[in-house]
């Protein structure tokens, strides 16, 4: 194998590892594309660019949530408005780095460009690359001052790998709303249509639980240790977003006239009257 194809496999490599990310069972995941953000839930495998923009919010069931989870959404908000504030230049910067290595791979793979080329693509990495790492040192330092083993671990990461300087806000972006509740990271991120069905699965979750033992809880009790009073505590967070829980849990409508029951938990339709969900173990109800 040439040395140049060596090269792009291992870039290659690199590019698909960072694509493929396995959501856990039960694991929230907010997927950005510029300024729209999906949710993910697993267990899933997804396919995502992670160039220039990658993971806002991760939620694994099975890891102990740090503390208590908080639902101010105005804390939230603020946060959020204050990290893309300070954030923007290191967001060009990175998107900078990934135009110069493009550049820099296209020019190698066309077998093309003068050595003044060469130089300048260089001068430009470099420059943007150590730019990055101290720009990076110095807002990990504004923005989660307490914080400083990761503020350590992830400016030695960005110094280390271009791969991973390229993705500098996204390395801050992970820590930003950790100690947030999902929910309340779905209110600041998602259309009122996605939000609203995000509450949904959640309160259901909570309300019905399986019949038969479950991976990873799908929604854990977050913020009390009875069902009733988490589902309390949320329902009058929620009618404080603006949005009724009635309305948010109306019973479902059957998809097709055939079938005459459904699952009150994950609402999968059956074509029986009586009967257990294949998927939790719950008794079914009829329509
Ligand atoms: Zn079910």
């Given at each position: 194998m040439s040395d140049f194809k060596l090269l792009l496999l291992i870039c290659g490599g690199i590019y698909a590892s960072e694509c493929f990310v396995w959501i856990p069972s039960g694991g929230v995941l907010f997927l950005s594309w510029a300024k729209r953000f999906t949710l993910a839930r697993g267990p899933s495998i997804r396919f995502k660019n992670p160039w220039p923009s990658g993971f806002s919010y991760r939620f694994n069931p099975s890891i102990p949530f740090p503390g208590t989870p908080s639902l101010n959404s105005h804390e939230i908000k603020t946060r959020w408005q204050n990290f893309q504030a300070n954030t923007s230049v290191l967001l060009w910067l990175s998107r900078g780095l990934l135009m110069v290595c493009a550049g820099a791979i296209f020019l190698y793979t066309i077998r093309r460009g003068f050595y003044q080329a060469w130089a300048v693509l260089f001068g430009a990495f470099l420059s943007l690359h150590i730019s990055i790492g101290i720009l990076f040192w110095n807002k990990f330092g504004k923005l989660f001052p307490a914080d400083k083993p990761r503020k350590i671990k992830k400016t030695i990461l960005c110094a280390l790998s271009p791969f991973q300087s390229m993705r500098s806000v996204d390395l801050l972006e992970e820590i930003?709303?950790?100690?947030?509740?999902p929910l309340a990271v779905g209110n600041l991120l998602l259309s009122e249509e996605d939000f609203s069905g995000f509450c949904r699965r959640w309160l259901l979750e909570i309300r019905y639980p399986a019949g038969v033992p479950q991976?990873?809880?799908?929604?854990?009790?977050?913020?009390?240790?009875?069902r009733g009073e988490e589902e309390r505590i949320l329902d009058h967070w929620i009618s404080k977003q603006g949005l009724k829980t009635s309305k948010i849990l109306a019973p479902p409508q059957p998809s097709?006239?055939?079938?005459?029951s459904f699952c009150r938990r994950c609402e999968t339709e059956y074509q029986i009257e009586k009967g257990r969900c294949h998927d939790c173990g719950r008794d079914l109800v009829t329509f």
């Open positions: 930003l709303l950790e100690p947030f509740h991976p990873a809880e799908t929604s854990p009790l977050l913020l009390s240790s009875s097709h006239p055939s079938n005459l």
